[in-house]
């Protein structure tokens, strides 16, 4: 059984930072992406970031040159650095990964979601 573990989020004054990190647990032969997607209520859930296994990392316009998505592989573990964070960014913020637990086939799997909010 795999599953994705987000620690939790916070309330953070625009223009500070804030890191998200998300680990994932199980039997786990691969793991190919990790990535980051925020939803506020009333919309659709769009992504954030994305880091391929080996490659370089994507980010919504939105957030470049704000994010950094970045992983550890020892740790089976993505992180998400925020900063200059606007309340714009408030959302609820989910993992993403697309991995292959052992001895199964390739799926997708989320974790369950963290609050961050901008506000002063």
């Known amino acids: 059984q795999v599953h994705l573990v987000e620690p939790g989020g916070g309330l953070v004054q625009p223009g500070g930072s804030l890191r998200l990190s998300c680990s994932a647990s199980?039997?786990?032969?691969?793991?190919?992406?990790m990535a980051w997607y925020r939803q506020v209520s009333g919309k659709e859930r769009e992504l954030v970031a994305r880091?391929?296994?080996?490659?370089?990392?994507t980010y919504a316009d939105s957030v470049k040159g704000r994010f950094a998505i970045s992983r550890d592989n020892a740790k089976n573990t993505v992180y998400l650095q925020m900063n200059n964070l606007k309340p714009e960014d408030t959302a609820d913020y989910y993992c993403?990964?697309?991995?292959?637990?052992?001895?199964?086939?390739?799926?997708?799997?989320w974790g369950q979601g963290t609050q961050v909010t901008v506000s002063s």
């Open positions: 993403n990964a697309l991995l292959v637990p052992t001895g199964g086939s390739i799926g997708t799997y």
């Open positions: 199980g039997s786990i032969f691969t793991i190919n992406v």
């Open positions: 880091l391929f296994s080996g490659g370089s990392p």
